[in-house]
């Protein structure tokens, strides 16, 4: 580089050159990211704007797509009980399901947090449940919760209380879905150990030395610390609780709604709604309704957060 | 005064060691208790698929079968009401198409969120993270209509396209690992004449190994287990795959419990073994969530 490039025989080749590079760059970045452009626009959005307007038709997937307005929805909410049915049986499971994981999760992972001998072990052992899933777990939970011969009863037997029909009587479906639940609560056990893992020690330190006692650290530093996680994990497990289908399906006998139709989850009532009975307007209307639901949850989340989530380094 | 401050101290201290080993015992006992509780389904599960059915019923339950039956697994896998050894090669064709679809597409998607600028990238990469919100039965049942559209039902594809678009979760966390590869490393190559498929394919690739075995893994279990999907598009009992071909055998099985539990513990083997082989990739994929939702 002796001599200096004089400013117009150089300099416009230059920027040129330049530009063509951010354009190539630019192409390659799109190259990069359109096989999930592709899928959004064909198999997410597409689909969604589809049942988005199917939602105001009577459309059964073969012969007629008429449009009806409102019908739909009008249906929904004065001539469907078993809509208003599913939707408290799914509001009573997430209002039960979700604080109940988030506060055992959380109390786990404090204690295997402490330092005790054979952590990785009892991590191992807690997170397993959590990977086991499918038709195999939901059986295992059947005969589990057998009134007669599963181990829960004889367990409660031995101790001298007589247990419940569990998956027999209307008012202990749910809860033995979310006692189901709470077994594979090693999934947020383990999100939150990652991240009490990252609480710097000398906040704890400089807590002690103040004379600070156990729970006061825990309220103090541990909890502040470890809220946006929290936060996230209600977050989805509360848009996961809504969508609450499969145990119910394969542990009601295939989608029959278990005794007293206590079994009969959001999703399940769409699902016959969409592929029993192909009524398929309807179950695209349900669809929206529940996302609808889902995305104010998760506003009002988002409103609540900032009362009570800290983020180290302030707001975002 | 110097000695008596001293016992003081060692008191105090003494104190709180006393303190944290009392701590640390009452810890270890409700961990041991908990792993108790958590254990004893699978060991209840076991015990049951080796007891004959009248032990099953006999009261009070044996916590230890009496006589082993290593037979009902055999029976329960060759059971006249299930194709378990078809089911089983059914589900691995789509679960080793699936891990291959959504490694590749995955890794190569966050590449490009995470090393390549583009013009509107933060927003697309803000509808990707949208995209997690929605739940999935508002796109399950128009995706029905259009796969049963395009003349997919009763075939693998619904199974196994959408994986090649890549899934959110998987793009967010690699993208993760994409960016902490720092960018000098990119800038050299390019200065060499790389683009960015190569650099890609031969530099980025081999450095996150890692997190490339944790997608896979996932992906494997997404696979494995996935029983919605085939619910949804097959329907014939030869294509079934484990998830649906258990439930049907539930179904014809009713209340043999040793023969459900030995079927089931079968098809959960793969899902297990692979946990304890690859336990670290599990973790590691958690401690980056955590890490960046923090």
């Known amino acids: 580089m002796n001599e200096l490039p004089t400013k117009t025989a150089a300099a416009r080749p ?34 969604m704007l589809f049942s988005l307007y199917a939602s105001f038709t009577n459309y059964n997937i073969t012969s007629r797509m008429d449009f009806i307005g409102l019908g739909n929805f009008v249906r929904m909410f004065t001539a469907d009980s078993l809509f208003w049915k599913s939707l408290g049986n799914t509001l009573y499971y997430v209002a039960f399901m979700v604080p109940l994981t988030t506060v055992f999760a959380v109390l786990l992972a404090v204690m295997l947090n402490q330092g005790i001998p054979g952590m990785r072990i009892f991590r191992t052992i807690f997170y397993l449940p959590a990977v086991l899933s499918g038709v195999g777990v939901y059986i295992l939970w059947m005969q589990l919760l057998s009134p007669s011969t599963g181990l829960i009863n004889t367990v409660l037997d031995f101790v001298g209380i007589a247990g419940p029909a569990w998956l027999f009587d209307p008012d202990w479906t749910k809860p033995s879905l979310i006692i ?92 016959n709604k969409a592929f029993e009975v192909f009524d398929m307007g309807y179950a695209t209307g349900m669809a929206w309704v529940l996302f609808l639901i889902v995305m104010a949850l998760t506003v009002v989340n988002l409103i609540l957060a900032k009362k009570w989530v800290y983020y180290e380094g302030g707001d975002r | 005064m110097g000695a008596k401050a001293q016992t003081a101290k060692r008191r105090y201290y003494k104190g709180l060691a006393f303190q944290e080993g009392l701590r640390k015992t009452v810890v270890a006992i409700l961990l041991i208790g908990g792993s108790v509780i958590i254990l004893s389904p699978i060991w209840w599960m076991i015990s049951t698929s080796l007891k004959p059915m009248e032990e099953i019923m006999q009261y009070p339950p044996t916590f230890f079968p009496k006589e082993i039956h290593w037979d009902n697994y055999v029976r329960a896998w060759t059971s006249p009401a299930a194709h378990f050894s078809r089911w089983l090669m059914n589900t691995a064709l789509i679960t ?41 039965f508002v796109t399950m049942i128009p995706q029905y209509i259009l796969f049963a559209k395009l003349g997919w039902m009763n075939t693998y594809w619904p199974l196994i396209v959408p994986s090649l678009f890549g899934s959110a979760f998987f793009i967010f966390l690699l993208r993760q690992f994409f960016m902490s590869i720092p960018n000098e490393l990119i800038d050299a190559a390019k200065i060499d004449g790389a683009n960015h498929f190569y ?93 960046t939702k923090g």
């Open chain 2, 199 to 291: 650099i890609w394919l031969r530099l980025m690739v081999p450095l996150i190994k890692p997190a490339v075995a944790t997608i896979a893994i996932f992906s494997f279990n997404g696979a494995w287990n996935d029983f919605l999907g085939p619910l949804l598009y097959v329907n014939d009992e030869k294509m079934y795959t484990l998830q649906i071909g258990l439930q049907t055998f539930k179904g014809t099985e009713a209340t043999q419990w040793h023969y459900l539990m030995a079927a089931s513990l079968m098809v959960l083997l793969p899902v297990i073994a692979l946990f304890m082989f690859f336990q670290r990739y599990f973790i590691e994929g958690m401690n980056l969530t955590a890490g």
């Open chain 1, 180 to 271: 189901m639940k709470l077994w594979s609560v090693g999934g947020g056990m383990l999100l939150y150990l990652a991240s009490l893992q990252g609480v710097p020690k000398q906040l704890y330190e400089a807590a002690e030395i103040d004379g600070a006692g156990l729970f006061r650290r825990f309220r103090t530093i541990t909890l502040p610390m470890i809220t946006p996680i929290i936060f996230f994990d209600i977050v989805t497990s509360t848009i996961g609780g809504f969508q609450v289908f499969q145990e119910a399906y394969v542990m009601s006998e295939s989608g029959e709604g278990g005794p007293m139709n206590s079994m009969v989850f959001y999703n399940l009532h769409m699902w």
């Open chain 1, 14 to 47: 230059m920027k040129r050159r330049r530009l063509t590079m951010e354009r190539r760059e630019a192409l390659q970045g799109y190259v990069f990211v359109s096989p999930w452009l592709i899928g959004f626009l064909f198999i997410t959005l597409g689909p």
């Open chain 2, 96 to 136: 080793v198409c699936v891990v291959l679809a959504s490694v590749f597409s995955n890794a190569f998607i966050a590449y490009g969120f995470a090393k390549i600028k583009f013009p509107g990238r933060s927003f697309l990469f803000a509808v990707v993270l949208a995209t997690m919100m929605i739940p999935g």
